[in-house]
């Protein structure tokens, strides 16, 4: 065999494996195939269930076999959460996914430290965070860059295991 005739062969097997795979991917959730829990909570998606997108379906059944497993408490609070983001502004909405997705794609070390000063931020008393975010808020754009950069560069202390 030669060269020409190799590389043919190796796009022709690359081909079908990234097609094989797409197609895996594009392949649905059956109605009859999820769990009890999960048709409880889909139930009123039952009749249209097949005409939705294979990964709208692959995403209810995950959302649905989470909320089957949560505690009654842990329902409460998301019903909150949803109902506090459905009350969200259009453009409000797409700025937290903007955001989101920017964190998602920063790599590990970058999101955890991210979360890091969240929880240091959390963990403060409400006039502190109160004072923070004033003191933030009368900012020009030009000093809170100045500010993301300056905490960009400033060492960072090392781990402690």
């Not at 794609?105 to 931020?121: D, V």
Request: aromatic residues 6%.
């Amino acid at each position: 065999m030669n060269v020409k005739a190799n590389a043919i062969t190796i796009i022709a097997v690359a081909a079908m494996l990234i097609l094989g795979t797409a197609v895996a991917q594009e392949d649905g959730v059956n109605w009859d195939s999820l769990s009890d829990g999960q048709r409880a909570v889909l139930s009123q998606l039952e009749e249209s269930w097949d005409t939705l997108p294979a990964e709208r379906q692959q995403r209810l059944s995950r959302g649905a076999d989470r909320w089957d497993g949560m505690s009654r408490q842990q329902r409460k609070d998301a019903r909150k959460r949803f109902r506090a983001w459905r009350d969200l502004a259009d453009d409000r909405r797409a700025l937290i996914r903007e955001r989101a997705q920017i964190f998602r794609s920063l790599p590990p070390n970058e999101q955890e430290r991210i979360r890091k000063n969240f929880r240091q931020y959390r963990e403060m008393n409400a006039d502190r965070r109160r004072q923070l975010r004033d003191r933030y808020k009368r900012m020009t754009p030009e000093q809170r860059q100045r500010l993301r950069d300056r905490l960009a560069k400033r060492p960072r202390p090392a781990r402690r295991d």
